[in-house]
């Protein structure tokens, strides 16, 4: 079993910059770790993904490729999304998810665990 706790949302003006968390308890090496948001009306998104364990491949949907980067702290079982030159169109409820296997993967059925989500409000 995996658990998943996000944080580090909040409001912020547009080109602002925020670093989300996620702190995951259990047993993490062999699950791959994505991050994706959900605005209001719309369907949950991917936003960016990392294999868990050794080698550090990293995958980005292109609306944030080269703005936002998926990092993750061994040590401290968290991942990390570090979101530079923020649009409002950012604005999202943001999820972390956990996987079994280290595959790239980017819709929401591939995930068995999911954190509580944390807001993102960009402001134009």
């Known amino acids: 079993q995996v658990q998943l706790v996000e944080s580090g949302g909040g409001l912020v003006q547009a080109g602002g910059s925020l670093r989300l968390s996620c702190a995951a308890s259990?047993?993490?090496?062999?699950?791959?770790m994505g991050w994706f948001r959900q605005a209001p009306g719309k369907e949950r998104e991917f936003v960016a993904y990392i294999r868990w364990g050794a080698g550090s491949t990293t995958y980005y949907a292109n609306s944030v490729k080269g703005r936002f980067t998926i990092s993750r702290d061994n040590a401290k079982n968290t991942v990390y999304l570090q979101m530079n030159s923020l649009k409002p169109e950012d604005t999202a409820v943001y999820y972390c998810?956990?996987?079994?296997?280290?595959?790239?993967?980017?819709?929401?059925?591939?995930?068995?665990?999911w954190g509580q989500g944390t807001q993102v409000t960009v402001s134009s």
């Open positions: 998810a956990a996987r079994w296997g280290a595959d790239i993967a980017t819709t929401t059925s591939e995930y068995s665990y």
């Open positions: 259990g047993r993490t090496f062999s699950y791959g």
